[in-house]
Structures are given as C-alpha cells and as structure tokens.
C-alpha cells in the first residue's frame, strides 16, 4: 500500500496545530491525492490562522466526518483535549494513530473502540525538513509504510515504556537550543546520556544531527516554541535544564512527566 494510490478511502488527522499541519503538508508533499486527506481544528483564532497561514484550509472537516470516513486517521490532539474521542464512531476498521504524547494506545482503545497504535513524530521542523523520527508501538507494517514514506525514520518499539523514554529523547534538539541560549557546552553529557540510556543511542544521534545551531536568540525561542505542548514534555525537560539540571537528569524529568500524563490517562478510562 502507498499514500500515493490510498485504497483505502481518506487519511484524517484530528486536531491539526503544529504537530498536524505539519503531518498533513508532509503527506501532501509526499505525493498523497488532494482527496485524500481530511483534517480538523479547534475553535481558536490562532488554530484557524495556522490553517490559513499554511494553506490547509480546504481539507478542513469536522471531527464526525473524519470518524465516519476515515480507515486511518492520526490524533494531533493536545493531552487534555483527548476525551473529545469519547462522541466519536470510528469506521469499522479504523486504524487510529495516535501521537498524544504520554497517552497510551490502550486508553485510546477504551473510548474508541478501535485499533490505536502509539506513534511519537519528532517536531515539525525534522518532519518537514525531511529529518523526523518517530516510534511505532505496536508492530504495524501498513502504518510503518505510511511514515517512511513520509521521509521519517521509523522505530519500532515493544512496549509503552519504552515509548515515554522516545519521546522524551525527541525533546533534545529543543535543550540544544536553549543551551545555546545559555551558552553552555553539552560535549561530554550526550556520552553520559548513551551510558544511562543505551537503548536511545540511535535517538540520540538523531538528535544531535537535527539540532540547529541559531545565532539568533528570537530564532531560537521560536524554535523552542514550536516543539514545546503547552503542559508537555518538552516544556519539563526545558525548564529543568534552564534550572541547571544535567542533560540526562532533564531527560529523566521528562519521562517521568510522560509518565504522569500516562497514569492520568488510564485514570481517566
Ligand atoms: N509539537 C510537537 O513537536 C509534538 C511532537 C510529538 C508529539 N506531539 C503531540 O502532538 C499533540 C499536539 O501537539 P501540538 O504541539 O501540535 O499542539 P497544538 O498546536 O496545540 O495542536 C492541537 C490542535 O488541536 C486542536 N483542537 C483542540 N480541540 C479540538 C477538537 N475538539 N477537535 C479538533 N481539534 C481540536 C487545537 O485547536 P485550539 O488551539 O483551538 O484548541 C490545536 O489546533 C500533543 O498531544 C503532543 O503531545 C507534539
């Protein structure tokens, strides 16, 4: 199966902000038919104006169409907003890709009654840019295909855990950034990072090739932004390097934030 030639009728993405503008222009550059894509947004001013700036007002549609039409859809949705899952009936055989960070596949399934896969994208400068990454748990070959053609370098993972480590290893490139800002040298810290977390190796590099070097500060705080959910992960592990915590002690701040949102999650089922 390709996105060029989708059988399957459209791909949807619910709850396109940052992370799902940049997932759908990705699949319209990728070679995905105009016809194939629906996506939705919320209410706010700035959700509305992001769709216009990029050009992706035409594919919008409701969260009741993309559920009724849709047999993959991506969940762009922010953590608190995910209950909004609960009034929605999902086609049939409807593959769910969620990119929530900190919200387990398992939850999903709960209020949507359908197949839910966990995939944690990069930022939306490396999907754009052709440099992203992102993990898949559970095994899923059409799913995996989807994402490489996109340009991303697919991970697959074996379990939930050793998704909240990926994705706070995703959050890096930001801390680059920031140390940039404050003029400190992370050098030998990645070394510490690979000895207390060799399963992220491979991430790490990752990270340490797509991090930019900004001269400018205003660049860099934009970048930041761009990565950083309001309430998320990024935002955590940020604020605890600003505080003068190691790379690595940040890197742990962050999967414990992960894990938090995820016992919240399963609190909420
Ligand atoms: N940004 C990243 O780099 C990144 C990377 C990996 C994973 N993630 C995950 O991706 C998710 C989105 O992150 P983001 O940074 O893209 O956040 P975001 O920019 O705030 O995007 C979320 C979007 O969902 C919209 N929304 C809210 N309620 C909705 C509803 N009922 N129906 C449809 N759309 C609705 C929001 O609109 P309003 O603003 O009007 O509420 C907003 O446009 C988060 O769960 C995050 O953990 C993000």
């Known amino acids: 199966m390709s996105i060029r030639d ?17 997932l759908a222009l990705q699949l319209l550059a990728s070679g995905i038919a105009p016809d194939r894509l629906l996506l939705s947004t919320g209410v706010s001013e700035a959700a509305q104006a992001r769709l216009r700036a990029t050009g992706l007002e035409r594919w919008i549609a409701t969260n009741e169409r993309i559920a009724a039409t849709c047999p993959y859809v991506f969940l762009t949705l922010r953590p608190r907003d995910w209950p909004v899952l609960k009034d929605l009936t999902f086609v049939a055989q409807a593959t769910i890709a969620s990119t929530i960070a900190g919200v387990p596949a398992a939850a999903l399934e709960g209020v949507t009654r359908r197949r839910c896969l966990h995939v944690m994208p990069s930022g939306p400068d490396t999907i754009r840019g052709g440099l992203g990454i992102c993990s898949l748990f559970p095994h899923h070959p059409a799913m995996a295909g989807i994402l490489a053609e996109m340009g991303m370098r697919v991970v697959p993972l074996d379990s939930e855990e050793e998704t909240q480590a990926f994705t706070a290893a995703l959050c890096l490139p930001a801390v680059s950034v920031v140390a940039q800002s404050l003029g400190a040298a992370l050098g030998p810290q990645w070394q510490d990072m690979e000895r207390a977390f060799p399963r992220l190796a491979e991430t790490f590099r990752w990270a340490r090739e797509v991090a930019p070097v900004l001269a400018n500060e205003s660049d860099r705080i934009a970048y930041v932004e761009r990565m950083a959910t309001k309430g998320g992960i990024t935002e955590v592990i940020v604020r605890s390097f600003r505080a003068g915590r190691s790379l690595a002690s940040s890197l742990s701040d962050g999967i414990a934030r992960c894990a938090e949102i995820a016992a919240a999650a399963e609190a909420a089922r």
């Open 6 to 22: 989708l059988g399957f009728g459209p791909l949807g993405i619910i709850g396109a902000g940052h992370l799902g503008s940049a």
